[in-house]
């Protein structure tokens, strides 16, 4: 029950803001991104090249899959020497397809470098943004309400998303 002493936490960690003046607002920064263009348009590249990566790696394991099921079907009346050269070869095939899938689709890889690439400037752009707003306003805190959050509640009049998005598009 680790949420229970967090939900605590969070009462009385709001409890002193609101007793010391503090002031606080929130931001779903899922939807401020989803109100960009050029996230649209990052995502949907990432999105191209993660598609055509999968079809590659698609390819592979058909070809892999081909090979095995041929080996398996004729296995019995290959000569060992030529069965053996087949298993090596569907081997260093699945190899292949292992270190294929690690350089595009694991971390650090192209996939990942190519989203850090593209998403964090404008990531950085929202935060800068999220920055001044709380700075001009004199919040104390400014929390995120986008998926995996832990704020229980939120009254929409303290939520700061659209005059963030406004202040992007000034």
């Known amino acids: 029950m680790l949420l229970r002493p967090f939900i605590l936490f969070l009462v009385l960690s709001l409890i002193s803001l609101k007793s010391k003046g503090q ?3 929130f931001v779903d920064s899922e939807y401020i991104l989803e109100q960009m263009e050029g996230y649209q348009k990052a995502q949907k590249q ?3 090249l993660a598609a055509e990566w999968q079809k590659e790696l698609d390819q592979k394991v058909i070809i892999i899959e081909k090979k095995s099921n ?3 079907k004729n296995e019995l009346l290959l000569p060992e020497e030529t069965r053996i050269e087949k298993e090596l070869e569907i081997t260093t ?3 292949e397809l292992r270190k294929f899938q690690t350089k595009k689709f694991g971390v650090g890889g192209d996939l990942f470098r190519k989203r850090k690439e593209l998403i964090q400037p404008i990531q950085r752009k929202v935060f800068k943004a999220i920055e001044s707003l ?3 306003n ?3 805190y ?3 309400k986008s998926k995996n959050s832990n704020i229980l509640y939120a009254d929409p009049k303290y ?3 659209d005059a963030i998005i406004r202040k992007l598009k000034k």
């Open 93 to 95: 095939l699945q190899d």
């Open 142 to 144: 400014v929390l995120d």
């Open 134 to 136: 709380a700075k001009d």
């Open 138 to 140: 004199n919040y104390a």
């Open 23 to 25: 002031k606080f607002a």
């Open 46 to 48: 990432i999105d191209d």
């Open 70 to 72: 041929e080996l398996k």
């Open 159 to 161: 939520d700061k998303s």
